[in-house]
Structure formats: structure tokens, C-alpha cells
């Protein structure tokens, strides 16, 4: 389906060029998570910034061989931050989306998913995780997750 673009209520973050989708509905936290990992500094899991994407509203364009994400040039470096106000931040200018994260209220969450579920977004399957928000390690969580995602996966062909 290359071409073909689609709007979403979500937030996208990205680490280098590679992005994950953050879903939920409204008041799920999204925006909040994506504060956090964006404090994150650089540390033995993490050597580049995180940047937002975009925040609230995604553009998704399905281009050959990526999923790209965007935000509408008017949300382009805000981000909401509830009680705060509208925050300008460094954003990237789009990310090739290589995971998903759909936010949950409560557990369980399966602890090692082998392999990981996949979503169907505009012709790819795009590897999915689950998070608790709110929990303390999520944003580390999202962000290893990230960079697990974007790496290549070998398949084994015994």
C-alpha cells in the first residue's frame, strides 16, 4: 500500500531514526510517557536523545520499505503536558516506526513475548508491546524495547 497516509490519535517518539507508536486513549498517559523518556539522558542503554515525533496527532505514510511517522506541521516540537501546559521540544522530523506500544491500565502483561505480537498499519506488521504507563522503569522500558525492535531479526531456518 506505498503511498497511502492515515491519521491516528497517538504519540511518537524516536531514538536515532527509528520510532515507536505510542496508543492508548485519551487521559492514558501517552503524552506523559513520552515526557519521560524524553528526560532520559544518555546512559549504558541509551546513546542517542529521544525526540518527539509528534504528540497527540501522527501522520502515518506507508513509503516502500517503511512505515514513517510525522506530526501535522502545526504540532510540529509540542508536546502537552497535562497540568503544565504546551511544552516546544526537540522533535525530529519524521521516524521510521518499527514498534508499537499500546498502554494498559493493569496487568498482566506476559513477561517475555516470544515472539512479539504484531499490528497491521498500512500494509506492515509492526511488532507491538504492552505497558503500564505509569510505572516507574516504563519509559526505560518503551525505550529498550525500541531499540530491541529496530534491530534486524535473524531467522533461523532449521
Known amino acids: 500500500m506505498p503511498g497511502a497516509v492515515e491519521?491516528?490519535?497517538?504519540?511518537?517518539?524516536?531514538?536515532?531514526?527509528?520510532?515507536?507508536?505510542?496508543?492508548?486513549?485519551?487521559?492514558?498517559?501517552?503524552?506523559?510517557l513520552a515526557l519521560r523518556a524524553l528526560a532520559l539522558g544518555p546512559s549504558a542503554l541509551l546513546q542517542e536523545p529521544v525526540k518527539l515525533v509528534a504528540d497527540d496527532q501522527v501522520i502515518l505514510t506507508s513509503e516502500p520499505g517503511a512505515l514513517i511517522a510525522a506530526a501535522p506541521s502545526v504540532l510540529r516540537g509540542r508536546l502537552e503536558v497535562r497540568g503544565v501546559g504546551i511544552l516546544e521540544v526537540a522533535a525530529a522530523a519524521q521516524s521510521e516506526i518499527v514498534l508499537v506500544a499500546d498502554l494498559v491500565r493493569e496487568g498482566p502483561i506476559e513477561r517475555l513475548p516470544d515472539p512479539w505480537p504484531v499490528v497491521h498499519i498500512l500494509g506492515y506488521d509492526v511488532p507491538v508491546i504492552h505497558l503500564l504507563p505509569f510505572e516507574d522503569s516504563a519509559p526505560s522500558k518503551l525505550v529498550a524495547a525500541l531499540l530491541l525492535a529496530a534491530l534486524p531479526r535473524i531467522k533461523s531456518k532449521a
Request: glycine share 20%; aromatic share 0%; charged share 25%.
Open 7 to 32: 491519521r491516528v490519535h497517538a504519540t511518537a517518539i524516536a531514538v536515532g531514526r527509528r520510532g515507536v507508536l505510542i496508543r492508548g486513549p485519551s487521559g492514558s498517559g501517552k503524552s506523559d
